[in-house]
């Protein structure tokens, strides 16, 4: 199925997420615009919004669609349900993203960030008829969904909406085996229903582009040459069922890097010599202190306070692993969402009871609060 869609030449898609800013907080159109530029000189053509991406759409307005050919690139965005107020709303968005683009139509548009908290919502707003419908009206020309949860539910998923064009992962050599993620199982599942995927998060929200030094050390002594960021972004492109990998581009001197390695003409998938270095870097990762928690949630099903204590200690361990406060703290608020804080731990220890890794949670969950709690 990767071949029928126009996916485009190369692996290397543009990430308009984190898009550079400046002083005063709006998004630098004229980076934007040279990044852009040497981009598709690159030739390369897949650029990749959303709704709520705060500025990014109107900013690919005038830095993409303003400025070239509607046939020189492809163009996706994203329905958020969670961000909606209603069915109307959230059909709305589709629209507000052309207004604000200026594009005319999506190549690809994804139902975004399908999880257990959102799936319902997309379901009861008939979002998966509507993406056909707006194929039907010619606003868009693909949908497909972006997915953060376990592997059971992208399994059902697809089975549910076998129509479905292509999937959105989180594909890195960190989450490859992480119990929070299972990005290698994720990617078989799709692999298995034919399914072309395009990867988000890469590099780890920049992670990986700065990993510890134990990983450095690794990374350096395999290619002194090469940014910590290319082993990730290759790692991902090489990849068995991918066919796009994102990269969040933030100035132009990543833009530049990630050409140096992922432009059509010399890019090369990781060889096995290299593939052993990322084992190693794997080892290297898994020896640095953390919260030994397996994330099997014994813990979570009798507290009362409806702590989501594995997921918590995602988000600390994000900061153990790669020193990465802000990162920590924007995990841990999202998973925090709707359910119990650290703090709202009432230490009646029914956790530590199920716990089989026989963790101290009690302390655990003082000092994420401490740490991760504003």
């Given at each position: 199925?990767?071949?029928?869609?126009?996916?485009?030449?190369?692996?290397?898609?543009?990430?308009?997420?984190?898009?550079?800013?400046?002083?005063?907080?709006?998004?630098?159109?004229?980076?934007?615009?040279?990044?852009?530029?040497?981009?598709?000189?690159?030739g390369l053509t897949?650029?990749?919004?959303?709704?709520?991406?705060?500025?990014?759409?109107?900013?690919?307005?005038?830095?993409?669609?303003?400025?070239?050919?509607?046939?020189?690139?492809?163009?996706?965005?994203?329905?958020?349900?969670?961000?909606?107020?209603?069915?109307?709303?959230?059909?709305?968005?589709?629209?507000?993203?052309?207004?604000?683009?200026?594009?005319?139509?999506?190549?690809?548009?994804?139902?975004?960030?399908?999880?257990?908290?959102?799936?319902?919502?997309?379901?009861?707003?008939?979002?998966?008829?509507?993406?056909?419908?707006?194929?039907?009206?010619?606003?868009?020309?693909?949908?497909?969904?972006?997915?953060?949860?376990?592997?059971?539910?992208?399994?059902?998923?697809?089975?549910?909406?076998?129509?479905?064009?292509?999937?959105?992962?989180?594909?890195?050599?960190?989450?490859?085996?992480?119990?929070?993620?299972?990005?290698?199982?994720?990617?078989?599942?799709?692999?298995?229903?034919?399914?072309?995927?395009?990867?988000?998060e890469p590099v780890?929200?920049?992670?990986?582009?700065?990993?510890?030094?134990?990983?450095?050390?690794?990374?350096?002594?395999?290619?002194?040459?090469?940014?910590?960021?290319?082993?990730?972004?290759?790692?991902?492109?090489?990849?068995?069922?991918?066919?796009?990998?994102?990269?969040?581009?933030?100035?132009?001197?990543?833009?530049?890097?990630?050409?140096?390695?992922?432009?059509?003409?010399?890019?090369?998938?990781?060889?096995?010599?290299?593939?052993?270095?990322?084992?190693?870097?794997?080892?290297?990762?898994?020896?640095?202190?953390?919260?030994?928690?397996?994330?099997?949630?014994?813990?979570?099903?009798?507290?009362?306070?409806?702590?989501?204590?594995?997921?918590?200690?995602?988000?600390?361990?994000?900061?153990?692993?790669?020193?990465?406060?802000?990162?920590?703290?924007?995990?841990?608020?999202?998973?925090?969402?709707?359910?119990?804080?650290?703090?709202?731990?009432?230490?009646?220890?029914?956790?530590?009871?199920?716990?089989?890794?026989?963790?101290?949670?009690?302390?655990?969950?003082?000092?994420?609060?401490?740490?991760?709690?504003?």
């Amino acid at each position: 199925m990767t071949e029928t869609l126009p996916f485009g030449k190369g692996k290397l898609g543009f990430g308009l997420m984190r898009l550079p800013r400046l002083a005063d907080g709006t998004i630098d159109v004229e980076q934007v615009s040279v990044m852009t530029d040497k981009f598709l000189e690159a030739g390369l053509t897949y650029f990749d919004t959303a709704y709520v991406y705060e500025g990014s759409e109107a900013a690919a307005g005038k830095a993409l669609c303003a400025r070239h050919p509607r046939d020189s690139y492809t163009l996706a965005t994203k329905i958020n349900a969670g961000m909606a107020k209603d069915e109307a709303d959230a059909k709305q968005q589709i629209h507000t993203s052309l207004e604000r683009t200026g594009a005319g139509y999506f190549d690809f548009c994804l139902l975004h960030a399908l999880g257990t908290k959102n799936r319902e919502l997309y379901d009861k707003y008939g979002l998966w008829d509507y993406v056909k419908e707006l194929k039907e009206q010619g606003l868009i020309r693909h949908y497909g969904f972006s997915f953060h949860d376990m592997p059971a539910m992208l399994e059902e998923l697809l089975n549910e909406h076998p129509d479905v064009e292509f999937v959105q992962l989180q594909i890195n050599y960190a989450d490859w085996e992480n119990p929070d993620v299972r990005s290698r199982e994720c990617l078989e599942i799709c692999r298995k229903h034919g399914k072309p995927v395009v990867v988000m998060e890469p590099v780890k929200g920049g992670a990986l582009a700065n990993p510890p030094e134990s990983v450095q050390a690794v990374l350096k002594a395999a290619d002194p040459e090469a940014s910590a960021a290319s082993w990730a972004v290759r790692f991902a492109a090489s990849q068995e069922g991918v066919a796009m990998v994102l990269s969040g581009m933030s100035s132009l001197a990543q833009m530049e890097d990630n050409l140096s390695y992922m432009d059509p003409a010399v890019f090369r998938p990781l060889d096995e010599v290299e593939e052993k270095v990322i084992e190693q870097v794997r080892e290297a990762l898994a020896a640095i202190p953390q919260i030994p928690c397996t994330s099997c949630h014994y813990c979570t099903g009798g507290c009362p306070m409806n702590i989501p204590i594995p997921d918590i200690f995602g988000a600390m361990n994000r900061l153990k692993v790669y020193n990465d406060l802000g990162g920590a703290k924007q995990r841990y608020k999202m998973v925090t969402r709707d359910k119990g804080k650290a703090s709202d731990c009432i230490q009646c220890g029914q956790c530590e009871t199920a716990c089989p890794q026989h963790l101290h949670i009690i302390e655990l969950l003082q000092e994420c609060a401490a740490t991760l709690e504003d």
